[in-house]
């Protein structure tokens, strides 16, 4: 446990694998695709989990764990999964993770918004926390819960993993508008097979859109 620091990935860097850094207080968060992590105060769980398991199913893997997690100790919430691995609650983020690479090993850091009363901003409609969805949690009970999900779905391997993503797609059956090369699709998600392509049903057809190359912009 570091009291402060600007990135838990940072500090995990070079550490030995089983390891996991947690921030009493993030300062610079990192999020995906060169965004930030906006909780500067002492309302979430920040971690990085160090790991020697790599595939870009262990992002799926991370959010499904803090998915399981959030509702064992906040049962009256229901966690979805925003393709690739967004934590949702009615709508709205509630966490997310970022892996990075650290030579053999994956630096695994996940985000959740445990007692926040609100959000400031363009945060404001869009960020959640378990406080605002009505749950009195302790983060340090989350951390708790947390981490043997996260080794449980680290050792089920990548088709387990799948499955479990599936189950918690919040996307299916939804119109997002993403983009993919350069191009925007917009339609209703048919399907996503979360490593492989989304098959959007357009005016057009059915478009499969590369998940490496995907990004949601929006979905309604
Ligand atoms: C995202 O949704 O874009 C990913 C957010 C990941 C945030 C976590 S908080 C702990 C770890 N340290 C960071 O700097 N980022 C991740």
Redesign the pocket.
């Known amino acids: 446990m570091v009291r402060e620091t600007g990135?838990?990935?940072d500090v995990a860097r070079g550490r030995a694998a089983g390891d996991v850094v947690v921030a009493w207080r993030?300062t610079s968060?990192?999020?995906?695709d060169g965004?930030t992590?906006a909780d500067t105060g002492l309302g979430g769980v920040?971690?990085?989990a160090v790991a020697v398991v790599q595939g870009a199913w262990i992002a799926l893997a991370a959010g499904v764990a803090a998915a399981e997690a959030i509702e064992r100790v906040a049962p009256s919430v229901t966690v979805g999964l925003k393709w690739p691995n967004?934590l949702m609650i009615a709508g709205r983020k509630i966490g997310?993770?970022?892996i990075e690479r650290d030579g053999e090993a994956s630096l695994i850091?996940?985000?959740i918004n445990v007692s926040q009363p609100s959000f400031d901003g363009e945060l404001a409609t869009r960020a959640t926390s378990l406080a605002i969805a009505g749950a009195r949690v302790d983060r340090l009970v989350l951390l708790e819960a947390l981490l043997p999900r996260l080794d449980h779905w680290l050792a089920a391997g990548e088709s387990a993993t799948i499955g479990a993503f599936r189950q918690r797609d919040m996307l299916r059956g939804r119109v997002v508008r993403l983009r993919a090369a350069g191009s925007i699709v917009e339609g209703v998600v048919d399907s996503i097979d979360p490593l492989v392509a989304l098959r959007i049903r357009t005016p057009a057809g059915l478009v499969a859109v590369e998940a490496s190359t995907a990004r949601i912009e929006s979905f309604t």
Not at 29 to 32: C, E, K, L, V
């Open positions: 990135s838990t990935q993030q968060g990192r999020g995906r965004r992590w920040a971690i990085t967004d997310g993770v970022l850091g996940i985000g």
